[in-house]
């Protein structure tokens, strides 16, 4: 059985810092099948001890290519089909796909392509990928970066962790892991976490997001941050606890009511043909949101439903909705007829939610925005609450108590308030108050984060310059350019007689607040990956390993954090999470 919540046992131990995971470190009687090298760490019988069996990534296990790269791999057609079969997730059979085969032939009657082996195609990609990966890791040398895990269920039932890092120059994926069996075993994630921190690098490491709230993650993570000296930051994403909080207000009994009315008005449109139609005619902008976050998304498509009503009286009220079928003999579209045209004790407090969680939701679009959400993070949140309090009056009371709760229980870091205060936008201007939180804040980060990268008592003595907005700080480019580039340029410009401030400043405001969400990625060749592991062989395994691997980057490398989610062109979808918004669930 797993131990549960159980201290840290003596025969757990911290591994040593090596820059990555080898096959040696795995014992091979439990490795299906048996190799070693050190590009493919392979996914292996599940062994409760050993987190790291539980591993596959693509840089654990080098095998020689399988065949030599072509030539005619260089031409630029080619590689960008054999770039398009990679992004795509594409596995090799769909080189001998007739329908593909025909596209070839035509290509090459045009242009002369010849389209090289899949093995070449895969080796060509994983060599630029990884130079991309070895420049990024450079700059997590420099300005240091955010280790994100995104804990994630797969169709199967199983938990997995995707690992990512991201830095100012962009998101690298580098594993997925299968957690099922040591997702409440405490030694077990903590061994977990340890491999991921000597991986990236703790020195290089700002803070590790996560969206695991569970005791045991939590636990894991103490044990981890007392090993490191508490060299680096835990924090939850900033994207997942909004959600969280919005889950709280939609679960309240006045906004359960509204919600229901609504989810009517959305099941009856969206279920039937002559209403969506007709929809297309009278509302411009689709009302269900595509958000990959379920509470984002219901309050998104509830603000847009609202906005939309009179649109939706005049659909109702529209000559072909009186002569169609529904108006004489439908009781269900005279109920939601009723709500539409009458209803306005709905619609008021349908508005007054919306009053409340607006302001909420546009903390994420502002991080979404901004190039430096780090800095922005803190002063969203005040600038949410002083929203609801007018848009609501008197009654904002019991919204503060529970936004104050989520932010002191989940969101807040030392991080949000240092950021707050080294943003310059913010400190120079007059909305700036000083408090004990964010004091606190700056002087933990200096602390912590100055063990290798700059002398935390110089940069506490020129937060002082900084603070008085004295030499450099008081210039007239200083004062002209704070609201006009962002805030890690303004430092490197400006902060250069105060350098262990300005790294201090810049490592911080290079780093996110969100995790891997916002990019909405299909996890399905990941989840593949680890479900099929004991069907392949060790070269068809290794395959799998670098796909992954080269496929989740390059989907990154052309990814846009959007809030909103994807848009249906580019996904196919209608909505990511809204399913019971279309139809009633069986």
């Given amino acids: ?140 040398r420099g300005s240091g970066c955010s280790v994100i895990l995104d804990s994630w269920k797969g169709k199967c039932g199983k938990s997995f962790i995707s690992v990512l890092v991201y830095c100012s120059k962009g998101m690298m994926f580098l594993r997925s892991m299968d957690v099922s069996a040591i997702i409440e075993d405490v030694d077990l994630l903590t061994a977990m976490l340890f491999r991921v921190v000597d991986d990236v690098g703790a020195h290089n490491i700002v803070q590790i997001v996560t969206n695991d709230v569970s005791p045991y993650m939590q636990t894991a993570r103490h044990y981890v941050l007392k090993y490191y000296d508490h060299a680096f930051f835990f924090a939850l994403c900033a994207d997942h606890c909004i959600n969280f909080l919005l889950k709280k207000i939609a679960t309240s009994n006045n906004v359960c009511e509204v919600l229901r009315k609504a989810k009517a008005i959305t099941r009856f449109i969206y279920s039937r043909a002559l209403p969506m139609e007709l929809k297309g005619r009278y509302i411009q902008e689709e009302i269900l949101s595509s958000s990959c976050l379920k509470f984002v998304a219901v309050f998104i498509t509830l603000e847009r439903l609202v906005s939309a009503r009179v649109n939706l009286v005049n659909m109702f009220n529209s000559p072909a909705w009186d002569s169609s079928v529904w108006a004489a003999s439908s009781d269900l579209f005279r109920h939601i007829s009723g709500i539409v045209k009458t209803d306005d004790a709905f619609w008021r407090a349908a508005a007054d939610v919306v009053k409340v969680t607006n302001p909420l939701l546009s903390v994420l679009y502002k991080l979404e925005s901004d190039i430096c959400p780090m800095g922005i993070l803190y002063d969203a949140m005040d600038g949410a609450k002083e929203n609801i309090k007018r848009n609501l009056g008197d009654k904002h009371g019991e919204y503060w108590a529970l936004v104050d709760r989520i932010w002191d229980v989940y969101l807040h870091s030392p991080l949000h308030a240092a950021g707050h205060m080294l943003n310059p936008r913010i400190f120079y201007s007059d909305r700036f ?42 210039s007239d480019p200083a004062n002209q350019q704070v609201m006009g580039i962002p805030q890690v340029q303004w430092w490197s410009t400006h902060g250069a007689r105060t350098p262990d401030l300005q790294t201090v400043a810049k490592r911080i405001l290079s780093q996110t607040c969100f995790g891997a969400t916002r990019y909405n990625i299909d996890w399905s060749i990941s989840e593949k990956l680890h479900v099929g592991w004991s069907k392949r062989t060790a070269a068809e395994h290794q395959r799998f390993c670098q796909m992954e691997y080269v496929h989740y980057n390059l989907v990154l490398a052309r990814a846009t954090p959007r809030i909103h989610g994807p848009s249906v062109v580019q996904h196919g979808r209608l909505t990511m999470v809204l399913d019971d918004w279309i139809a009633a669930p069986k």
């Fill in 1 to 140: 059985m797993l131990r549960k919540m159980n201290k840290l046992k003596h025969d757990v131990v911290p591994p040593t810092r090596s820059p990555a995971i080898t096959s040696t470190e795995v014992q091979q009687s439990h490795l299906q099948p048996n190799m070693s090298s050190k590009h493919c760490f392979l996914q292996c019988t599940p062994d409760l001890m050993d987190p790291v069996k539980m591993e596959t990534t693509k840089g654990s296990c080098e095998l020689k290519p399988l065949v030599k790269t072509e030539d005619h791999l260089d031409l630029p057609a080619a590689k960008s089909i054999g770039r398009f079969i990679l992004e795509a997730g594409f596995e090799p059979g769909i080189l001998h796909s007739s329908s593909f085969k025909k596209m070839i032939g035509v290509l090459v009657n045009v242009s002369g392509v010849a389209m090289p082996t899949y093995e070449s195609i895969l080796q060509e990609q994983l060599r630029e990928t990884e130079n991309r990966e070895r420049k990024l890791r450079q700059e997590w």
């Fill in 433 to 474: 108050g000083h408090d004990t939180e964010i004091s606190s804040g700056i002087t933990t980060c200096i602390i912590q984060l100055g063990q290798v990268h700059y002398n935390p008592r110089k940069a506490a003595a020129q937060l002082e310059v900084y603070q008085q907005r004295l030499g450099s700080f008081d």
